[in-house]
């Protein structure tokens, strides 16, 4: 997979499809495991400010690991 388009360059209709295509959502929470992964909320909610060029990919993803 691509890496995530960098917050300078991107905007934010791709940084959404980048993390929509990373994280999609599969409706059975008990073999996917994203839910527990972001603590409840869905991948769009969890990166909403990557996704809104306030914070980077990377940054964002350590408040869940």
Known sequence: MNSAPDISGSSVEERREYIKSRYPC???CDMCGLCTVFH????????????NGKRTY???????K
């Open 26 to 28: 599969i409706a059975d």
């Open 40 to 51: 409840g909320k869905d991948a769009e909610l969890a990166y909403e400010d990557y996704i």
């Open 58 to 64: 990377e940054d964002v993803s350590s408040d869940y």
